[in-house]
């Protein structure tokens, strides 16, 4: 399957500062990647959708502002969290999609763990 | 946002039992995938569901893709203490995108 790698790991930030998370496809060229974000011991919501060289769509309830995604490269999207407080602390996920013979098949990077403070 | 209905939410096994697990939607899907998330990971592909009817199995995993396109099941065989952890069943839409279920936690008695 595709090798979907995310950076960073884990971050702590303070309140009111943004935070970058990088998710690379480092075998495959990827058009379309989600980004989803994970409260503990919840399921993953899909945040929004990230286009290669368009405008990312986001979910009902997501604020494209606060959450910028760009995807500037086929191999790279970023979810920029802007002005981050406490309550943004969660566990955020990219993945991107494999098509095979038409099948597809979603695969994940291994998270980002957000800590505000 | 919208969820699959995920049974059941968590379950304490022995190991050498067999364990089964199901994902219901009031939708139809094209598409069921299940997977395996470990604490602080992010979620590991197990088991594609294409066709209605399909049954796959990947070692002691087998799933299946019900024949109304609603639901989903998995089942493992025989577990064994690394198989703790929580399964998501994840249902594609017409857009590539995917909807996850709630999860079913399960934790393995040595």
């Known amino acids: 399957g595709a090798v979907v790698s995310q950076h960073p790991s884990w971050v702590i930030c303070k309140s009111g500062t943004s935070v970058k998370i990088e998710c690379r496809s480092l075998d495959f060229q990827a058009t379309t990647m989600f980004w989803y974000r994970q409260f503990p011991k919840q399921s993953l919501m899909l945040m929004a959708t990230s286009n290669e060289g368009s405008k990312a769509t986001y979910e009902q309830g997501v604020e494209k502002d606060k959450f910028l995604i760009n995807h500037a490269s086929l191999t790279l999207s970023t979810l920029t969290v802007t002005s981050a407080h406490p309550e943004d602390s969660s566990f955020y996920i990219c993945?991107?999609?494999?098509?095979?013979?038409?099948?597809?098949?979603?695969?994940f990077g291994q998270g980002t763990r957000l800590t505000v403070v | 946002g919208q969820q699959l209905n995920q049974s059941p939410q968590s379950m304490f096994i022995q190991e050498g039992e067999d364990v089964s697990m199901n994902c219901t939607s009031s939708?139809?899907?094209?598409?069921w995938l299940w997977y395996k998330q470990d604490p602080g990971e992010g979620p590991v592909l197990l088991i594609a569901?294409?066709?209605?009817?399909e049954l796959t199995s990947n070692g002691r995993l087998t799933a299946q893709f019900g024949i109304t396109r609603k639901d989903s099941f998995l089942n493992i065989s025989a577990s064994i203490p690394s198989d703790v952890g929580i399964y998501f069943c994840a249902g594609q839409t017409g857009t590539y995108k995917y909807i996850f279920g709630t999860g079913t936690r399960l934790k393995v008695l040595a």
């Open positions: 939708s139809i899907f094209n598409t």
């Open positions: 993945s991107l999609i494999s098509l095979e013979d038409s099948n597809t098949e979603a695969f």
């Open positions: 569901l294409y066709k209605a009817g």
